[in-house]
């Protein structure tokens, strides 16, 4: 870097341009780092728990010999927590400013997965569960907007591909600590002391998140009412589709574990290797994604995803031959996995950053809704007939995503997505 580039012009109150000395940008640059590096470390934790569950579930449920189907119940209780976390960041943010906010939500994530560990009873887990959920939802869509506001698609995925990496370690991790017993606890209660190391990362660096070097010196957009958001079809339209999309995602990491092992029969643990390949797929299609995500962020490549996705759904419900329904599990993880970091990157496009703030917290809580609701469906569905109705299920999920992305497209003819 020549001197001329180093040095970089800032104003002071009296406004007489200064120039930053090489400490200062170095120590901006350290501090974005470190916000990166915290964001990335938090999408970790926050997909570990998403891919332990499905494979954790059977010990959980013994632990109090609780039904199988019941897992539906412990997701809608996550959710609720998430849902609500979610839907109200936009007002969490505006009030205590981002910083404080994810501070705020990583110590109640600490607290939630500790009480989770610790639970003595299959009601308080339900409880913990809520409270956990509530964190999970205001951190994730504090930093989905973060990311949407100053870093390109490429760090998007990147940020999203972390998510992936935590929930394609959680079926190994639940193999560590055992699938019987109450070896469970130990999990949850090793992920509260990370949690709780990375809040003090947020503690540290909570007076940075709102005056990051990427900042314009404008003025910020006003956050709109949250009803004044709702109103919009555009924000209606893109719930819907979080709620289905996403609800595919925990669908098949949930259920295709128990599919594997009590109805078609294999081992535990080729079956929850064949579970955490899944999330494998999904990481790496993350990753893959990143390194061309500005370039292919068209409508078309949405739409070939959701095409991708359903092929992968009617090769997953082939029960007879499994090579072929594993690869087409892999195959929903691949293709699923840029389409979240893609939609959220288009919000502040579609929207406008002001709308943005709110509507990106309502997208994250209609997904959060979907990762419980349609999971949960399942388990009904399956008590009627049998797991196997999961292949065909994602598949009529895929249709109705090619569907509601028309129709937002239609809506959003005009603007920059």
């Known amino acids: 870097m020549t001197q001329q580039a180093e040095r970089q012009v800032k104003r002071q109150p009296g406004g007489n341009p200064t120039e930053l000395t090489k400490a200062e940008t170095g120590a901006r640059r350290s501090s974005r780092r470190l916000r990166i590096a915290l964001a990335w470390l938090s999408f970790v934790f926050l997909g570990i728990p998403g891919g332990a569950i499905g494979v954790a579930w059977p010990a959980i449920r013994d632990t109090w010999s609780l039904p199988t189907a019941w897992l539906g119940i412990l997701l809608v209780a996550f959710t609720g927590g998430y849902l609500c976390g979610a839907f109200v960041s936009g007002r969490v943010i505006t009030r205590l400013g981002l910083g404080n906010a994810l501070l705020l939500s990583s110590v109640i994530i600490a607290l939630g997965l500790a009480s989770f560990g610790l639970s003595p009873t299959w009601g308080l887990l339900i409880v913990t569960a809520y409270l956990l959920g509530t964190g999970q939802g205001i951190l994730d869509a504090g930093i989905n907007l973060y990311f949407a506001n100053h870093f390109s698609a490429r760090m998007m995925n990147w940020l999203h591909a972390f998510f992936s990496i935590g929930a394609a370690m959680g079926p190994f991790t639940v193999q560590l600590v055992g699938t019987t017993g109450e070896g469970w606890r130990l999990l949850w209660l090793s992920l509260a002391l990370g949690q709780t190391l990375l809040t003090v990362g947020f503690l540290q660096s909570r007076g940075q998140w709102l005056h990051s070097p990427e900042t314009t ?142 509507a990106v917290g309502f997208q994250i809580s209609a997904a959060g809704l979907g990762i419980a609701c349609l999971p949960a469906l399942v388990g009904y569905l399956a008590t009627l007939a049998s797991l196997e109705i999961l292949g065909p299920f994602l598949a009529i999920s895929a249709l109705l995503c090619l569907i509601l992305f028309h129709f937002i497209t239609r809506q959003g003819q005009g603007r920059h997505t």
């Open 217 to 358: 010196a404008s003025r910020p957009e006003e956050t709109p009412s949250t009803l004044a958001t709702l109103r919009r079809p555009l924000v209606l339209l893109g719930m819907a589709l979080f709620f289905v999309f996403v609800g595919i995602e925990s669908t098949a990491g949930s259920w295709s574990f128990v599919l594997f092992s009590e109805t078609r029969g294999f081992n535990d643990r080729m079956s929850a290797t064949w579970a955490g390949l899944y999330w494998i797929a999904f990481a790496l299609g993350r990753i893959a994604y990143g390194f061309i995500a500005d370039r292919f962020v068209s409508e078309k490549a949405v739409r070939l995803l959701f095409l991708a996705i359903l092929l992968g759904a009617l090769m997953f419900s082939v029960r007879d031959f499994v090579e072929v329904s594993v690869a087409g599990l892999l195959l929903i993880g691949m293709a699923q996995a840029p389409i979240f970091p893609l939609l959220i990157t288009a919000t502040p496009g579609r929207l406008g950053t002001g709308h943005a703030t709110n």
